[in-house]
Nanobody, 118 residues
Framework: QVQVVESGGGLVQTGGSLRLSCAAS????????MAWYRQAPEKQRDLVAT???????NYGDSVKGRFTISRDNAKNTVYLQMNSLKPEDTAVYYC????????????WGQGTQVTVSS
């Protein structure tokens, strides 16, 4: 059984910063790619950023230069540092982890709300 749990969401003013964390736990042999997605009301879930086990990263166009994804492999944890936040960043942020247990599967967290006030 693998659990993926996000934390760090909240309410922030335009131009502010937040740091999200996401930890995978359970019977884990290895965590491969980890990623953050977000979903605003009545919109599809969009990719925010991904990070490979070796550290290579990829960002959605709307967050490039403002958000930074990082990870700690020893803790099976991924972080998302969000700076210069805008109202359009308001969404539920979901963590995804590609995890090797007895099999290899993709796991989602329950989501954490980020609200940016104007």
């Amino acid at each position: 059984q693998v659990q993926v749990v996000e934390s760090g969401g909240g309410l922030v003013q335009t131009g502010g910063s937040l740091r999200l964390s996401c930890a995978a736990s359970g019977i884990i042999l290895r965590v491969y790619d980890m990623a953050w997605y977000r979903q605003a009301p009545e919109k599809q879930r969009d990719l925010v950023a991904t990070i490979a086990r070796g550290g290579s990263t990829n960002y959605g166009d709307s967050v490039k230069g403002r958000f930074t994804i990082s990870r700690d492999n020893a803790k099976n944890t991924v972080y998302l540092q969000m700076n210069s936040l805008k109202p359009e960043d308001t969404a539920v942020y979901y963590c995804n982890a590609d995890v090797q247990t007895y099999t290899r599967n993709s796991y989602w967290g329950q989501g954490t709300q980020v609200t940016v006030s104007s």
